[in-house]
Each structure stands twice: as structure tokens, then as C-alpha cells.
């Protein structure tokens, strides 16, 4: 029982650094694991991947929407409704959608999965499923892909109708 406690204290007292005056301080021992971490972590150069800090890659596809929202006005009631975005690759090199993903499970949406090339076309579904729905409606659809910036949201609103009484 008394291992565990001497093996800590060991620990803590072997860890304190008498030899270092308060003058030198952490920055000369953080600038040289900087310098270290640096050396050991090379920075590879991904052109579909922006940080904060690079500028942004020249030659990255571009997804430009002919329109970025859709309403379709008055739903009834337990049906399924669908649009159909079009979008353009106005960038420099092959668009590459990953995923799209709604922000309800009412609202499935389907995509080009094969590349679109510079000029070309493409194209996002989106259905709404009315069934247990009632009022005004707004879904959006996050659409992820090697673009700058990665995420681009399309929107579906409508106003699903009051079931009709019997």
C-alpha cells in the first residue's frame, strides 16, 4: 500500500527542475519542442484542406447552386414532395460530392456521385415526407464536398396543410 504512495512522491520531487532560474522561464523550452513537434511533423500539403491560416487553394472546385432555397408552398398533407437543385462546378479542377445530409429525417436528398468536371453540371434531389407534419416548414441540407469552403446549404420550406376532417 505504501509503494503506490512512494512511487508518487518519487515521481513529483524527480520532476522538479531546481537547475532553472525563473529568468529563462517556459519559452525557451517551448520554442524547442516547437521547433521539435515541427521536425517530426512535416506539413503536407492537401489542396482540398483549409485552415485558418492558408490561403485559400486557387485551383479548388467551386459548387455555385442556381438557388440555394426552394419553396414549395402549400404541402398536403402525408405526401412526398421533391425538388431538384442544379448546381455548377465553376472552379478549376473535378467536384467531388461526399455526403449530403439533411436536418430532419423527413427530408431525404440523393446526388451526382460520379465527378463533375469544370463547367459542368450537377445535380441534388431533395424530398420532404409531409406524413406527422403540420404548419410552416424549414429543412435544410448541408451538402459536403472538396470545395472551399467544404459545407455549402441548400433550403426547403413549404407550409404543410391541416388534414382535412372527415
Given at each position: 500500500?505504501?509503494?503506490?504512495?512512494?512511487?508518487?512522491?518519487?515521481?513529483?520531487?524527480?520532476a522538479?527542475?531546481?537547475?532553472?532560474?525563473?529568468?529563462?522561464?517556459?519559452?525557451?523550452?517551448?520554442?524547442?519542442?516547437?521547433?521539435?513537434?515541427?521536425?517530426?511533423?512535416?506539413?503536407?500539403d492537401?489542396p482540398?484542406?483549409?485552415?485558418?491560416?492558408?490561403?485559400?487553394?486557387?485551383n479548388?472546385?467551386?459548387?455555385?447552386f442556381?438557388?440555394?432555397?426552394f419553396?414549395?408552398?402549400?404541402?398536403?398533407?402525408?405526401?412526398?414532395?421533391?425538388?431538384?437543385?442544379?448546381?455548377t462546378?465553376?472552379?478549376?479542377?473535378?467536384?467531388?460530392?461526399?455526403?449530403?445530409?439533411?436536418?430532419?429525417?423527413?427530408?431525404?436528398?440523393?446526388?451526382?456521385?460520379?465527378?463533375?468536371?469544370?463547367?459542368?453540371?450537377?445535380?441534388m434531389?431533395?424530398?420532404?415526407?409531409?406524413?406527422?407534419?403540420?404548419?410552416?416548414?424549414?429543412?435544410?441540407?448541408?451538402?459536403?464536398?472538396?470545395?472551399?469552403?467544404?459545407?455549402t446549404?441548400?433550403l426547403?420550406?413549404?407550409?404543410?396543410l391541416?388534414?382535412k376532417?372527415?
Open positions: 500500500m505504501k509503494y503506490p504512495i512512494f512511487l508518487a512522491a518519487s515521481l513529483l520531487l524527480g522538479c527542475n531546481h537547475d532553472k532560474t525563473a529568468e529563462v522561464g517556459t519559452e525557451g523550452v517551448n520554442a524547442a519542442a516547437t521547433v521539435e513537434s515541427d521536425a517530426a511533423n512535416p506539413t503536407v492537401n482540398n484542406v483549409v485552415s485558418d491560416e492558408a490561403a485559400p487553394n486557387p479548388a472546385p467551386v459548387m455555385k442556381a438557388e440555394a432555397e419553396d414549395f408552398g402549400d404541402i398536403q398533407p402525408d405526401s412526398k414532395v421533391h425538388h431538384t437543385f442544379t448546381f462546378n465553376t472552379g478549376k479542377s473535378p467536384l467531388l460530392i461526399e455526403d449530403a445530409t439533411a436536418s430532419c429525417g423527413c427530408t431525404t436528398p440523393s446526388w451526382t456521385k460520379e465527378p463533375v468536371a469544370p463547367g459542368a453540371q450537377g445535380k434531389e431533395v424530398q420532404f415526407d409531409s406524413r406527422g407534419k403540420q404548419g410552416i416548414i424549414s429543412k435544410q441540407v448541408a451538402v459536403r464536398a472538396n470545395t472551399q469552403p467544404t459545407i446549404t441548400i426547403i420550406k413549404g407550409n404543410v391541416t388534414p376532417a372527415n
